[in-house]
């Protein structure tokens, strides 16, 4: 179900599933390299998360192994916990599932999105939207295995989005909670911007609930994201490398509350933080530590108006004190209106997705009505 929150002060979404509420129904989404456990749990302390997603866990014909399935299950406290999956054996796919439930997922996610060459190749991914029986039969098999909500990321199509509405639809009917739509198509990686009317399409076409995900660089994006498609609740990925604060000022904006506005000081604070925690993570190997934080860095530096020449300097460095000490000399006593980080994107450094930006060229005709199509 979903609350009628989409302008400012009408009280951020929620989404009701079985044994789990999403409140507020704004979502970490899942982002390989990144959303592992440290960064689950900085992001979640940071406020305004209802659901935090893993990088995807990759299921071949192999089971999965206990320490795989506790890394991927480590939770923040009191946020639920999505664990995705990859793959498209049916039988390790409901295995794994069942597997993940026991070791504690809230919510188990299936990956149809990964838009990757590899990915394609292993027919996983993105790809698996290219074949709708055998999608029915891993979701169906999936389904019976596992009493948690069972859902799906899927982007518009892999070549052109002219199904997108059947392979809803198909999703729906095998048996999934909750679907999660980026209206790019494989092809398109993440170039162009975001079509938010395939979002209002997919909403149409199916009865459970949508989440919408896609250029929601601003925490305003989220709200009008919702007010555009309709869409239950927001899913946000590189938008919250960027700006970790992004969830916190979109629930505040949603509860008609001054959305936080962060300032130099914070912004520091946030990369020694990270920095500490992935230190933690590698063991104290600083040269693993020191390629993660520089990979985070490339995000966060795009609040920054010089967020290029900062880069260009401290990608150089092969030392973590030094790279700290250079970029708190020259960010910490930053104001906040330096920074492109508060709620209304007054800098504009990002364009944002909308239900005005056009199809990319060949995505195909999506139709509102309702698809008829089972799978």
């Known amino acids: 179900m979903r609350q009628d929150a989409a302008k400012p002060g009408a009280g951020a979404p929620t989404i009701t599933l079985a044994r789990t509420t999403l409140r507020p129904a ?34 071949t014909t192999a089971p999965l192994g206990r320490r795989m399935s506790r890394d ?28 993940l439930e026991r070791a504690g997922a809230d919510l188990i996610d299936l990956n149809l999105g990964c838009p990757t060459p590899r990915a394609a190749r292993g027919g996983v991914g993105a790809a698996m939207l290219l074949d709708l029986e055998l999608l029915h039969r891993v979701i169906a098999a999936m389904r019976s295995t596992v009493s948690v909500p069972l859902t799906a990321k899927m982007r518009a199509g892999f070549d052109d989005a002219s199904r997108v509405l059947e392979i809803a639809s198909c999703i729906e009917s095998a048996g999934a909670d909750l679907l999660t739509i980026h ?27 949508v989440v919408g995900n896609g250029d929601v660089w601003y925490a305003s994006d989220a709200l009008r994201m919702l007010e555009e498609t309709g869409c239950d609740g927001v899913m ?35 990369v020694v933080e990270f920095a500490d925690a992935l230190h933690e993570r590698h063991e104290g190997r600083e040269a693993a530590t020191l390629a993660k934080l520089k990979e985070m860095l490339r995000f966060l530096a795009r609040a920054l108006p010089d967020g290029r020449e900062l880069l260009r300097t401290v990608l150089r460095l092969d030392s973590l004190t030094e790279l700290l000490h250079e970029v708190e000399s020259r960010v910490a006593n930053r104001a906040a209106d330096a920074f492109d980080l508060d709620a209304f994107g007054s800098l504009r450094l990002e364009r944002s997705g909308g239900s005005a930006a056009p199809l990319a060229p060949g995505s195909g005709r999506v139709s509102p009505r309702r698809s008829s199509v089972l799978c």
């Open 26 to 59: 704004f979502v970490l989404a899942p982002m390989e390299g990144f959303t592992h456990a440290e960064l689950r749990r900085i992001l979640a302390s940071r406020g305004g998360l209802g659901l935090v997603c893993t990088e995807f866990v990759r299921v």
């Open 72 to 99: 991927a299950t480590d939770r923040p406290p009191e946020t639920p916990l999505s664990v995705q999956v990859m793959g498209r054996e049916i039988e390790r796919m409901a295995e794994a599932a069942e597997a």
């Open 183 to 209: 209206p790019r198509r494989r092809r398109d990686a993440f170039e162009g911007v975001a079509d938010w009317r395939i979002i209002a399409a997919v909403k149409d076409a199916v009865s459970i609930p």
């Open 236 to 270: 946000i990925g590189r938008p919250a490398l960027r700006n970790p604060w992004i969830f916190r000022q979109a629930t505040e904006l949603a509860e008609g509350r001054e959305p936080f506005v962060p300032t130099g000081a914070d912004w520091i604070a946030h």
